[in-house]
């Protein structure tokens, strides 16, 4: 697709010298008792958690000793996070340091997505912003954030390079479930080269694969199995949509998880089932948050820009895989997408 991580980045994306240098003195300049937040986005997948537990590992390693990570919202880690190195950093968002002297924001692109710890961005000494949307707002003070990084893991894996910090089984578990997670299992067009070479350094380590790849993503109870299958059936296919590219469509609410007693993260993976269908370009999950407020899921094909969509109704992510908060009820959330779609088209 591109090459622009095979040999440094173009001009005008990614970070520059100057952010790595002001990255490095940041961690560099620390004082022993300094305190540290890391901070990744809310309802986090895992780039956003691999990621941050991967780089706390590392500061350990140098020695960081206040260090606590954290995300917005109920302090629940979904299942097949529960084993990952470094989850003795996790605190509730309750717990996070007040006033640190450093926070870290990892795979966050936007304020909104730090939720009720927004407010750590002022009252922190410094910002330091881990990132790979092309949508990122720079929010922070320092942002090493690269659109071309197929997860925000590559951009963390360079930076503990640079402090020195030598990968080990631990920082590369949690660094290959954030790189197997933000390629699809390395199948997607940010598979570059270098996405491999990277993932080599971490299998170099003695981590295994297998495990790791049937913990994230092929382990579900069997209640949510059934649940799949429901929600599956109700599916819609229109044909029309998106200028004739087709859109796929389902959704689940909060009593089809009380039903089958299945956690909402179960649903996480309900998209990958969708957007299976080869007559859509576009597939979409609405999942039920509150009575009139759902968590959607946007993916594409190639043929429109799904990003375009999800920022146009209050979201972000990237091109192919994005997502916003819609309120009302499913109807009109997918009414709004629907009219968002054609405008969205991709060249070619
Ligand atoms: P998901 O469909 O939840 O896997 O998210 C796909 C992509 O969209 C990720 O890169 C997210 O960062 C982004 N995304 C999802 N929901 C939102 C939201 N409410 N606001 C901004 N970005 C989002
Ligand atoms: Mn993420
Ligand atoms: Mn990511």
């Known amino acids: 697709m591109n090459d622009s991580a095979e040999g440094g980045t173009p001009a005008g994306a990614g970070p520059t010298d100057t952010d790595w240098a002001a990255a490095l003195a940041a961690v560099r300049g620390l004082p022993a008792d300094a305190r540290v937040q890391l901070i990744c986005h809310v309802n986090p997948d895992g780039d956003a958690l691999g990621t ?15 260090l606590r ?8 880690l979904p299942e097949p996070f529960r084993w990952l190195p470094g989850l003795e ?3 509730p968002q309750d717990d996070a340091y007040p006033e640190p002297d450093l926070v870290i924001c990892f795979d966050v692109a936007s304020e909104y997505r730090l939720g009720d710890l927004a407010d750590r961005l002022d009252k922190a000494g ?14 922070g003070g320092i942002h090493l954030v690269d659109p071309h990084a197929a ?24 660094f290959y ?29 003695g981590i295994r694969p297998g495990d790791i790849s049937r913990r994230i993503f092929d382990t579900r109870p069997f209640g949510a199995v059934r649940l799949f299958g429901e929600v599956l059936l109700r599916a819609r296919l229109e044909p029309a949509a998106a200028a004739g ?15 089958h007693d299945q956690p909402a993260y179960v649903l996480e993976a309900l998209i990958d089932s969708v957007r299976c269908t080869a007559e859509a370009d576009v597939s979409c999950v609405v999942k039920q948050v509150d009575t009139a407020e759902w968590a959607v899921s946007l993916r594409s094909k190639g ?28 109807d009109e959330v997918v009414d709004r997408i629907r009219g968002e779609l054609a405008g969205a088209l991709l060249p070619g």
Do not use: K
Not at 52 to 66: A, D, P, S
């Open 126 to 139: 410094t910002a330091l912003v881990l990132d790979h949307h092309a949508s990122n707002t720079r929010f």
């Open 245 to 259: 590219r087709g859109l796929v469509w389902t959704y689940a609410t909060r009593a089809d998880l009380a039903r």
């Open 52 to 66: 941050m537990l991967g780089f706390g590992l590392g500061l350990r390693r140098l020695g960081v000793r206040q």
């Open 151 to 174: 997860a925000t893991s590559v951009v963390a894996q360079e930076l503990l390079d640079r402090l020195g910090v030598p990968l080990d089984a631990e920082i590369a578990t949690c």
């Open 69 to 76: 990570a954290t995300f917005p919202g109920p302090p629940v």
């Open 177 to 205: 479930v954030a790189l197997s997670t933000d390629t699809g299992s390395f199948r997607f067009e940010a598979t570059t080269p270098a996405v491999h070479r990277l993932a080599a350094r971490l299998l170099a380590t």
């Open 89 to 91: 950093l996790l605190v």
């Open 303 to 330: 043929a429109v820009d799904v990003s375009a969509v999800a920022v146009a109704l209050g979201g972000g992510g990237h091109r192919f895989a994005a997502g916003f908060t819609g309120r009302g009820t499913v």
